[in-house]
Structures are given as C-alpha cells and as structure tokens.
C-alpha cells in the first residue's frame, strides 16, 4: 500500500501507524472504487487513541468465503465461554438430549455465571445445553460435560480430538467452560471455522439465536429463567447468534452470525473494547461491502 494511502486508511480509522503484524487489514472488492471504499471506511472507528477495538477480529462473507476485515486473526488468546460452541457439538455428537443428568456438587459450585443449580438436582441434558448456549451458565455446563463422558478431564481429550479432526492448528483447550489457563486459547480464523461447523447443527442453530426460554428441574418444583447473554439479539436486525464470553484475561468476547438481506456475515471478536458498538459497527461495514445477491433465473 502506498504511504499516502496507509496514511489515510490510518487517519480513517483512528488508528497509529505500525508493523505490518499489527495492522488491521480491511478487504475490499477489486471493483470497488477508492471514493466508495473510504466513504464506507469512515462509517466507523477501530480503534481509540492508540489501543485496537480488540486484540483479534475477524469478519467474514459466508456466501463467498472472502474476509471483509481482519486484525491479528491468527493471534492465540484466550477465548473465554466462546470455548462452549465446541462443548456443545461435543455434547450433541456423544450425549443423548433426552437423558436426566444429576448436577453433582463439583457443577452446582462452578463460578462466575450460573444459574444457583443446587447438587442432587436433575435435568434433561437439552435443558442444560439451553442453559450453557443461551445464558453461559458455567454450572450446567460442567453438569452436562460430567455427564456426557465421565468427568471434565475426559471431555476436554474429546474437545481436543475434535480440535484436531477439524484441523483448528492454533486452538486448544483445558477445560470446558472457558476458564482462563495458560494452555487454554484460539484464535479468531480457528473460531470462525468452529462456528460454521457448528452452525450446521439444527440444534445448535436453534437454540443460539434464542433470546429468552424457561428450563425446569425433573426432580423438584424448580424453574430458571434462561435471557440471552448477546444484546445483539433482537436489536439489530439478522443477528442469529451466536456466543459471547468474557473472563479477565480474555476481556468481552462475541460471535455473531447476521443474515440480512441475502447477506450473511460471521463476524468474531477477542478482548474486545466497547464489544457492542464496534460489532454494530463491524456488521454495518460488512453489510455495506457484501455486494447485493444475483436474483436467480425463473
């Protein structure tokens, strides 16, 4: 790229001057005129000051696999609850949705996000999938790994047998919840494949663009209200999901898939800042760069 126009692109986007390792890469059709392309580039900001709007950002045209706007999306960082989408297809390819699972006491005293389980409690495995991908609870989702192959250590060797099938070379994992852990990680590329594997699921398709549901005990008279984690859902128009997360090391993280239009977009974000407005920002972008789908022939 020209100086003078890595200049502009970098006044554009609020963003300093650096190596290429650092440079967020924005991807633009070879018809695209200069004058379109930069005034779609000032229709938002990817950084402030001199801190990146998130350590890895991936956007993506599904329909034709090409990268709209990329940043670090090779960097290994921890992925937070993100991890749940692979904790889910390895749910759904080794349990049975209908089978009654026990919350042991280890599941009921996860931290961070639960749902208050109480050990001796008893659910449908669905229900605790529902828990897990609606609202992040840590509690049924450690419930549910027990159950599927014996205890958590068993589960994450079948994650990471997963992880290898599906080729992700810079993903791995240590537990399967999302706890931070030196050895726990992905990148923004390995976590979109993951999720367009993933969204091939009916299931998971389904219940990752719910925004509120109701699960109930087997065993007790106990109800929990599950509300959707992603605020995206429902407010901007397309979002289908698909995951957030958020610990201290990983900062806020989200995927979103958007389908607008005969659009479709898969858009990932690692530690990011103000994650809310910069994946409106980013999804706005995208939709706006994605050229209009040809009517097919009657």
Same mark, same amino acid.
């Given at each position: 790229?020209?100086?003078?126009?890595?200049?502009?692109?970098?006044?554009?986007?609020?963003?300093?001057?650096?190596? *290429?390792?650092?440079?967020?890469?924005?991807?633009?059709?070879?018809?695209?005129?200069?004058?379109?392309?930069?005034?779609?580039?000032?229709?938002?900001? @990817?950084?402030?000051?001199?801190?990146? /709007?998130?350590?890895?950002?991936?956007?993506?045209?599904?329909?034709?696999?090409?990268?709209l706007?990329?940043?670090?999306?090779?960097?290994? @960082?921890?992925?937070?609850?993100?991890?749940k989408?692979?904790? /889910?297809?390895?749910?759904?390819?080794?349990?049975q949705?209908?089978?009654?699972?026990?919350?042991s006491?280890?599941?009921?005293? *996860?931290?961070?996000t639960?749902?208050?389980?109480r050990?001796?409690?008893?659910?449908?495995?669905?229900?605790?999938?529902?828990?897990?991908?609606?609202?992040?609870?840590?509690? /049924?989702?450690?419930?549910?790994?027990e159950?599927?192959?014996?205890?958590?250590?068993?589960?994450?060797?079948?994650?990471?047998?997963?992880?290898?099938?599906?080729?992700?070379?810079?993903?791995?994992?240590?537990n399967g919840?999302?706890?931070?852990?030196?050895?726990?990680?992905?990148?923004?590329?390995?976590l979109?494949?993951?999720?367009?594997?993933?969204?091939?699921?009916?299931?998971?398709?389904?219940?990752?663009?719910?925004?509120?549901e109701?699960?109930? /005990?087997?065993?007790?008279?106990?109800?929990?209200?599950?509300?959707?984690?992603?605020?995206?859902?429902?407010?901007?128009?397309?979002?289908?999901g698909?995951?957030t997360?958020f610990?201290?090391?990983?900062?806020?993280?989200?995927?979103?898939?958007?389908?607008?239009?005969?659009?479709?977009?898969?858009?990932?974000?690692l530690?990011?800042?103000?994650?809310?407005?910069?994946?409106?920002?980013l999804i706005?972008?995208?939709?706006?760069?994605?050229?209009?789908?040809?009517?097919?022939?009657?």
């Amino acid at each position: 790229m020209p100086v003078f126009a890595a200049a502009l692109l970098a006044v554009l986007l609020n963003a300093p001057l650096s190596g *290429a390792a650092s440079k967020p890469t924005l991807v633009s059709s070879p018809a695209t005129s200069p004058v379109s392309f930069l005034e779609r580039s000032r229709s938002f900001r @990817l950084s402030h000051g001199h801190s990146p /709007a998130a350590h890895g950002i991936l956007l993506k045209d599904l329909t034709s696999g090409k990268t709209l706007y990329e940043y670090e999306s090779d960097r290994r @960082l921890s992925p937070a609850s993100l991890t749940k989408i692979m904790t /889910a297809l390895v749910i759904l390819e080794y349990g049975q949705l209908q089978d009654h699972v026990t919350v042991s006491r280890k599941a009921a005293a *996860a931290p961070r996000t639960h749902l208050r389980l109480r050990a001796g409690q008893v659910f449908r495995l669905e229900d605790l999938l529902k828990a897990m991908l609606i609202t992040s609870a840590n509690d /049924a989702c450690l419930a549910a790994i027990e159950h599927v192959a014996g205890s958590e250590e068993q589960f994450v060797d079948l994650m990471n047998a997963k992880v290898r099938t599906l080729g992700l070379s810079d993903t791995h994992f240590s537990n399967g919840c999302g706890f931070d852990a030196p050895d726990h990680y992905a990148t923004a590329n390995d976590l979109a494949k993951l999720s367009e594997i993933a969204l091939q699921n009916p299931i998971f398709r389904a219940l990752v663009r719910e925004e509120i549901e109701v699960i109930s /005990a087997v065993n007790v008279n106990r109800s929990f209200l599950l509300k959707t984690t992603n605020r995206l859902l429902g407010r901007l128009p397309g979002v289908e999901g698909v995951k957030t997360g958020f610990t201290s090391r990983a900062g806020r993280c989200l995927i979103a898939k958007v389908s607008q239009d005969g659009k479709e977009l898969l858009l990932v974000l690692l530690h990011a800042n103000r994650r809310w407005n910069t994946a409106t920002s980013l999804i706005n972008y995208g939709l706006q760069s994605v050229e209009e789908p040809v009517a097919s022939l009657r």
